[in-house]
């Protein structure tokens, strides 16, 4: 029986509002860093009830303590000051890194949100991290003498994050790299500073990239050395299918079918007709069925809306596929 | 030799002291039900208000309004157009940041002023000469999904002929001096020079006030041939990410004006003035006969606003030093 069409999210949840007002009256010293804590905690156990109600396979922790998915990292680790804040779009703020002196890892990132989160649930859990690449292009830059010194350096510090999850047991580590189909003769920067934070991983690995220029970055996006790609699919309507149909997308792929950026939910029957397409070019065991990117833009009533109606357009694709259902398999 | 100065683009619009208008806030406080349009409008005047005032306070000759009220650079004026609706968030080229991407439905056509207001406003509210910001033709159409056209040189004619309108609106209400925003000319092959001739050819030419086209983040040298004869008078380009743009220079046509883009919008670290009035008399000397403004390279809303305000008082230091002939 073929295997495979498992389902997943890219990794951030929509944090409910009256979190959003405790990371707010916590910035104000309004509310202390324990009881922010015990909140985020809290929820994220939701979090992860609500994925295994929703019959994901693999789970993420939601990223719920995080804010920026830079500015996070950047503030725990030594050589980064935080900026105040720059504007992203309309009246959506973010204060970004600035690299001002050499970047390391001097305690973990992550490690104990993926032990917590993982203890919660028998579901594999994603370890998730911010790639090098992305970290360096996301950030100014008043130390290094260029992008690639930065980079590496990055890439040393996740690298050790990355060990340090698959220590703790991670058997899935996604290192994100949005900004890699941006400029695309950065390219073999990305490619070279991922090769390093990976190096020695035996955990799967992912890399997410959304938006940007595949025409450019097509197929050449496969030099990236990682087992999988997640790749925003329904934004686009799609039309990456066709650049994989002149060139064979090889490695296992994230496959979106959900547009995070819109309110709207998604039919089943559309969702359903997205892997079709899918499944004409890829093989089912490639394929792990996701959101286009994180969900925490979104409402947690949509965004659980949206992942019901994933889980069971899958469902039915499998059935019609005869795909064997395979609780946990993924670990 | 004389240095003008200016901005390139829009401005941040927080306050970097307390008691100032915080236009977030305010937006924030509307989408709670706490404040009105209305008072989202004041905010706006008010910020509009407070970055003229601190561009003329730096020393600037020639100002922006710092597009308070847009969300980004190309829906404010598209969504003004007949034939434009306004689609999915997506990511502004290689910034980290985002702009719902404009989606051509059916003919484009100029109805009405889109920013003839928001110049007025300006104008009002300084002395000094203020350059409207539009968005470059071509690079509306490239950052729009074409659903009715389906053909470059078409579309980018549309939405030249729509924007030549609202120059002209503008130009109507006094406004001496047009910037329009081109990055797609730095991405441009030289197999696009019939859609970008299509798109610059109506809005340039006839233009009674100065025009800026201004190219931020990567050099249009590919595309330069075709668009050397065009009639802007001034080119802006970007000598921090785009060292390429400084072959360009001594192609330029008699009697233009070269917008020199060396200060870093894109980055926190402050140039030194010295080494920037140097470059900018480097520029000088290739060409003694064009004019010459020391610019950001972008807008310098991609940095905070502390770090803008002091990269504006080293701009102004920069063509200063220039002038006299010192770094």
Known sequence: MPRGLWTTTVGSFPKPPHLERARQEHARGELSAERLFEMEREETVKVIRRQEEVGLDLLVDGELYRGDMTTYFAERMPGFAISNPVRSYGNRYYRKPIAVGPIRRDQELTVSWWKFAQAQTKHPVKG???????????????????????????????NEEALALQEAGAKFIQIDEPAVSVRPEELPLAVKA????????????????????FDVIY????????????????????????????KPFTKEIGYGVLDVHSHRIE?????????????????????????????????????????????????????????????GATA | MRFGTTLAGSYPKLPTRGGEVNLRVVRNRRDQGKATDQ?????????????????????????????????????????????????????????NTYYRQPEIFGPVAWKAPITVGDYEAAASMTSKPVKAFLPGPYSLYRFSKDLHYRDAVRASAAIGEALAKEAAALEEAGAEWIHFEEPWLGRARAEDAAAVRAALTPALTGRKARTVVHVPFRAPNPIFAAIRDLPWNTLGLDLVEAPAG????????????????????????????????RLAMRAASLRPDLSYQVTPNASLEYLPADKAEAKLERLVEAARLAGKGVS
Request: charged letters at 30%; glycine letters at 8%.
């Open chain 1, 194 to 213: 991922l090769g390093r934070a990976v190096q020695g991983l035996r955990a799967k690995t992912i890399t997410h990239i959304c938006y940007g220029d």
């Open chain 1, 267 to 327: 039919s089943k029957e559309e969702v359903k007709e997205g892997i079709r397409r899918g499944l004409e070019v890829l093989r089912p065991e490639q394929m792990y069925i996701d959101p286009d990117c994180g969900l925490k833009t979104r409402t947690v009533e949509e965004a659980f809306a949206k992942l019901r109606v994933m889980v069971e357009a899958v469902r039915e694709v499998r059935a019609e596929l005869g795909i064997a259902v395979e609780q």
């Open chain 2, 39 to 95: 008072d989202v409008d004041a905010a706006i005047r008010d910020t509009t208000r407070r970055v003229l005032a601190l561009e003329e306070r730096a020393g600037l000759d020639l100002l922006m309004d710092g597009c308070a009220g847009w969300d980004d650079a190309q829906t404010y004026v598209a969504c003004g157009l007949d034939g434009f609706r306004i689609a999915g968030l997506i990511r502004y080229l290689d910034t």
């Open chain 1, 128 to 158: 998730m991290l911010t790639g090098p690449y992305t970290m360096m292009d996301w950030s100014f830059n008043e130390h290094y003498p260029s992008r690639e010194a930065m980079a590496m350096d990055l890439a040393v510090a996740v």
């Open chain 2, 246 to 277: 400084w072959e360009l220079i001594p192609l330029f046509p008699d009697g233009r004006g070269v917008a020199l883009g060396l200060i870093d919008a894109r980055n926190t670290k402050l140039e030194e003035s010295a080494e920037v009035a």
């Open chain 1, 219 to 246: 197929p050449a996006l496969l030099d990236l050395p990682v087992d999988m790609i997640d790749l925003e699919m329904a934004n686009s309507r799609y039309d990456l299918l066709e650049r994989f149909r002149a």
